[in-house]
């Protein structure tokens, strides 16, 4: 069939708008017509090539919308269903297996190499191949073939063009929170960067019952906004009094809980220094893949501190994004507030605006006439 997609061709260039032809699912396979795409930062550094994806591409990896078709084998989702598609996983490694699939040993073909298992990739122009599969979706289109790994079958009263950035960016702030990190009722909370991933585990830290939670960036107007969604202070980033505002909001003690989502190595670096005995700091931010980090060792073994890393919040989607949604319904994680919608052919604009700090969270969606 003919599809609309958004192609990345070289990095750094903007996409172009063009006809492709898609395959019909295979076995396991479902093709879902796509509403709409949250653009992540992740999709900004595949087309950049700092992580290995082949070019030319079809992105988009937060989409949402409605199964058109199932290829043989399928039980989970049906013709009709409103559906959200996140990461994809293998389902049999010893990660998968123990419940853990965003650390599948499998996860980065799966989702960055631009094709299925078999090396096939189901997207062509006029019989030129064209990689797909990332993220197990390639959303950036007016339809996408996706996995029962990772397709969510959402309720149809949610509001679907809405809910694309459950599956990646605001899975992975709220899920570092409240799965990772385990947040508990009292303790304190450290947010370095307020984009849709941290602004999302602020307001999972309200949900927690964290008591301190403190954001950190550069923007005024994200931080106004942090405290909009619950944050008890907000501190610039560039303050040259950072470190003592962080312990003298949290009594002397230091934070119980950091959180980084910018992938730099100083600000790592201040995120550890800041935490209390046995605190624990969680890095999901993207880095260039030879980045490293410095840390005083004394500091980090004397009282306990751990540092970790954190893949999509440690979430199980089809058990996170539904208890997500419920919580967006009752009014207590209002995602809702970071997102700006573009029509699908302004998607250039809606990346343009994400890298500037116009936008926090886009999302691109389709006409709904097709």
Do not use: W
Not at 109 to 133: C, I, M, Q, T, W
């Amino acid at each position: 069939m003919n599809i609309i997609a958004a192609v990345a061709r070289s990095p750094r260039a903007p996409f172009s708008i063009e006809t492709l032809q898609l395959e019909a699912p295979r076995a396991g396979e479902i093709l879902v017509r796509v509403v709409a795409t949250g653009i992540c930062h992740t999709d900004i550094a595949m087309r950049d090539q700092q992580l290995p994806t082949p070019q030319p591409v079809v992105l988009g990896h937060e989409g949402a919308g409605i199964v058109e078709s199932v290829g043989a084998g399928v039980t989970k989702v049906e013709v009709g269903d409103h559906v959200v598609m996140t990461f994809n996983s293998c389902g049999h490694c010893p990660s998968c297996s123990g419940g853990q699939a965003s650390y599948c040993h499998d996860f980065f073909p799966r989702n960055f190499f631009g094709a299925r298992a078999d090396g096939s990739s189901g997207l062509s122009k006029d019989a030129e191949p064209v990689h797909a599969n990332i993220f197990g979706q390639s959303s950036f289109a007016s339809h996408a073939l996706c996995h029962e790994r990772n397709i969510v079958k959402v309720p149809p009263s949610a509001p679907l063009e809405l809910l694309g950035p459950l599956a990646c960016g605001v899975q992975t702030g709220a899920g570092a929170v409240l799965n990772s990190l385990a947040v508990a009722p009292g303790e304190s909370l450290l947010v370095f960067g307020t984009g849709s991933v941290g602004l999302s585990a602020i307001m999972a830290g309200v949900v927690a019952g964290a008591t301190t939670i403190i954001a950190v960036d550069i923007h005024e107007q994200r931080l106004a906004l942090a405290c909009e969604l619950g944050a008890s202070h907000a501190f610039a980033a560039d303050s040259e009094e950072l470190t003592e505002q962080i312990f003298n909001a949290t009594g002397g003690i230091g934070v119980d809980h950091a959180l980084d989502t910018t992938g730099l190595p100083a600000v790592i670096q201040s995120a550890v220094a800041t935490l209390a005995p046995r605190g624990t700091c969680g890095i999901v931010g993207a880095s260039d893949p030879t980045t490293t980090v410095e840390l005083n060792l004394t500091h980090m073994m004397s009282a306990g501190r751990s540092l970790r890393g954190i893949v999509e919040g440690d979430s199980l989607p089809d058990v996170f994004i539904p208890a997500l949604i419920r919580l967006y319904e009752q009014g207590r994680f209002p995602f809702d507030r970071l997102v700006t919608f573009y029509d699908f052919d302004q998607i250039n604009q809606a990346i343009d605006d994400a890298e500037h700090g116009r936008a926090i969270k886009p999302i691109v969606r389709h006409s709904t006439d097709r």
